[in-house]
């Protein structure tokens, strides 16, 4: 619980004028006597009608009507419930010399510690990062083997993604050893068992009571997971040497359930530091892969997030509404041969996974549609980061269609019985 004086030092002190400018940099703001005005984020303003009232701690929209006080303000620009936001003043020094703990009233000692170790976990996280990134700068085969499949130049065309795209998502590279991670944690002294509760560091226990840590990745492409406030919170890897005899082209950190306080897989969406650029186009794009995801940014369509896996879940989508993303997704399957049956339609398992998701979405109060890439000519699977990578005009000319009309379209088949077409269309008024 956070102290009530912190709480109104935080409504007090924090300039509504000052966060408008820092979440909208590329918004012109006149001052108006004690008000500043501005073209509306919130619709398709074309005279400024957006008035900012630093005394009132409010913003106002004149013509749309949308009204946000700050902490109401910062909930719709990063999703920030309203503790949240508060601690989100007092994080980034809006509010100079607090310690972010002293703002909370910790009820017990219980709290304290919990405290404590979700802390730790952060830092522990970014530590990590630096570590995988250091490798992935590191001059030796095995990283400059990584960051040739990683970044393309003009040296290296079968790159999947510019160096400053790279850069910016922070890529790492968990080297070839089994074990190197684990010696770089012993050797500065930091605190393995917390290296496995964050599922970085695997645990043996042997027969004769000695315990085996090793390094969870091996060989991999280091894709940090990064929530709303750009901290790292967990990471999966991308495999480079299948001959190296792990299988798994991506692998995510697992850990004991509840060992790790600050990331679960079930219900975050790889992306979550890309929802600011979400709530300004007042929609999302949805892809399978963090890489799916870099290609689209590399194009321009920064308002995108991945599942970090085939499937999307329930608690990822609720995830997404929980961060105020107005209610507009827009799904991009892979496209693979079509071998899956579902509810008696044939289709690839890409596109049986939004389907899927897309009902789930529908019933959570999304609007929902698709954007369909064109299959390969020899029938092979590809997947959006393939087919947009360094074609960024093919964006444009891919129709996006409302999903109803599209689950319909893979069900109705003018060649087969009226009473099958029947139960097809039963399915869609059932959604």
Not at 24 to 48: A, Q, S
Not at 91 to 109: L, S
Not at 169 to 183: C, I, K, P, Q, R
Not at 366 to 386: H, L, M
């Amino acid at each position: 619980m956070i102290k009530k004086e912190y709480e109104n030092r935080a409504w007090e002190e924090t300039n509504i004028l000052d966060l408008f400018c820092q979440i909208y940099p590329e918004r012109t703001v006149v001052e108006k006597g004690r008000r500043y005005e501005c073209l509306c984020p919130y619709h398709d303003d074309h005279h400024p009608s957006l008035s900012i009232e630093p005394d009132r701690h409010r913003i106002h929209c004149y013509s749309c009507g949308e009204t946000y006080y700050t902490f109401g303000f910062l909930k719709k620009e990063l999703g920030l419930s309203y503790p949240e936001a508060i601690r989100y003043i007092y994080e980034k020094g809006i509010i100079p010399g607090v310690e972010i703990k002293d703002i909370y009233d910790f009820q017990n000692d219980i709290d304290d510690k919990l405290w404590e170790r979700k802390r730790k976990q952060y830092d522990y996280m970014e530590i990590a990062n630096s570590y995988f990134r250091d490798e992935h700068l590191a001059d030796n085969p095995f990283a400059i083997g990584c960051r040739n499949y990683a970044e393309y130049r003009d040296d290296n065309p079968n790159g999947r993604w510019t160096k400053e795209m790279c850069d910016i998502e922070t890529l790492g590279y968990a080297n070839a050893s089994n074990h190197s991670f684990v010696d770089w944690v012993v050797s500065r002294k930091l605190d393995l068992e917390m290296m496995v509760d964050l599922g970085l560091v695997g645990k043996d226990e042997q027969a004769d009571g000695k315990v085996r840590y090793y390094d969870a990745f091996v060989d991999r492409l280091m894709f940090p997971y990064r929530d709303e406030r750009f901290r790292v919170i967990s990471f999966t890897g991308r495999l480079l040497h299948y001959k190296l005899g792990d299988k798994m082209k991506f692998k995510n950190c697992t850990c004991k359930k509840g060992s790790n306080l600050i990331f679960v897989k079930e219900s975050t969406p790889w992306g979550l530091h890309n929802m600011t650029e979400v709530r300004k186009a007042h929609k999302a794009y949805l892809v399978e892969g963090p890489g799916d995801a870099m290609t689209l940014k590399g194009i321009g369509v920064s308002n995108v997030l991945a599942s970090g896996g085939g499937q999307w879940t329930k608690g990822q989508l609720q995830r997404i509404k929980g961060s105020g993303v107005p209610p507009l997704l827009c799904f991009i399957p892979d496209i693979d041969e079509n071998v899956k049956v579902l509810d008696g339609a044939t289709m690839g398992i890409g596109e049986s996974f939004v389907v899927n998701a897309g009902k789930m979405a529908m019933k959570l109060g999304f609007k929902v549609s698709v954007k369909v890439i064109p299959q390969n000519e020899d029938g092979s699977k590809i997947d959006a980061g393939e087919y947009f990578k360094n074609h960024p005009e093919r964006w444009k000319n891919i129709k996006e269609e409302d999903f109803i009309s599209w689950y319909a379209s893979k069900y109705f088949d003018p060649s087969v019985t009226d009473e099958e077409n029947i139960n097809a269309v039963t399915n869609v008024c059932k959604m």
